[in-house]
């Protein structure tokens, strides 16, 4: 059974980058064809889909995020990682990693999903 595991900081001061790394197991990001994607929900905006990295390692990004995300990978520690720069505190967020085979997650009940991270941007 697929297991994911968020981690990194809690805390990120506005026009820093936010980086976060999934840590896989029981599943390879490399193997199988699954989409490994970044998503993150807050009360007022609700869930969004952040983007995605292939097991080919090609990658895809939300249009409206896309100047300031960057994912990538490490199939040698089978993670993937979510860096997002200049960061305000509308960022503030629960990030999710989720492996499905869709790209764009539809909700929850969808794929499998690590239990979440909360970052906070704030100086």
């Known amino acids: 059974q697929v297991q994911l595991q968020e981690s990194g900081p809690g805390l990120v001061k506005p026009s820093q980058t936010l980086s976060l790394t999934c840590t896989v197991s029981?599943?390879?990001?490399?193997?199988?064809?699954?989409?490994w994607s970044w998503l993150r929900q807050t009360p007022v905006k609700g869930l969004e889909w952040l983007g995605a990295i292939s097991s080919t390692g090609s990658t895809y990004y939300s249009p409206s995020l896309k100047s300031r995300t960057s994912i990538s990978r490490d199939t040698s520690k089978n993670q993937f990682t979510l860096a997002l720069s200049s960061v305000t505190p509308a960022d503030t967020a629960v990030y999710y990693c989720v492996r499905d085979s869709r790209l764009v997650v539809p909700g929850k009940e969808f794929g499998s999903w690590g239990q979440g991270t909360q970052v906070t941007v704030s100086s």
């Open positions: 029981g599943d390879s990001i490399a193997a199988n064809y699954y989409y």
